[in-house]
Nanobody
Framework: QVQLVESGGGLVRAGGSLRLSCAAS????????MGWFRQAPGKDREFVAA????????YYPDSVKGRFTISRDNAKNTVYLQMNSLKPEDTAVYSC????????????????WGQGTQVTVSS
């Protein structure tokens, strides 16, 4: 029903920046709160950021707070993740997700997922 496609991943040195994008199609974008998650090899999927339907509320875990910023442009059906001061431990596949419910830090709350984009931070 909703398709999500991430882009913007790549290789960056520690201390550098990347901006990820997630383009949505299939339904009215503003119907969904959005989240970003990441998963490194051998690790569980980890919550990174969430944003409410109209961008009025955001949430970040301590691991990325102050370095990452989630935003959305509902006119473009796109959510972004600006990542600054990247660290090697940020290396993971980053996925965006959409929920028809209130935004959440839990993966179970999300109804739709993108395929993910690889972010690699070298030392």
């Amino acid at each position: 029903q909703v398709q999500l496609v991430e882009s913007g991943g790549g290789l960056v040195r520690a201390g550098g920046s990347l901006r990820l994008s997630c383009a949505a199609s299939g339904r009215t974008f503003s119907n969904y709160a959005m989240g970003w998650f990441r998963q490194a090899p051998g690790k569980d999927r980890e919550f990174v950021a969430a944003i409410s339907r109209f961008g009025g509320s955001t949430y970040y875990p301590d691991s990325v707070k102050g370095r990452f910023t989630i935003s959305r442009d509902n006119a473009k059906n796109t959510v972004y993740l600006q990542m600054n001061s990247l660290k090697p431990e940020d290396t993971a596949v980053y996925s965006c997700a959409a929920t028809r419910s209130t935004y959440s830090i839990g993966t179970q709350a999300y109804d739709y997922w993108g395929q993910g984009t690889q972010v690699t931070v070298s030392s």
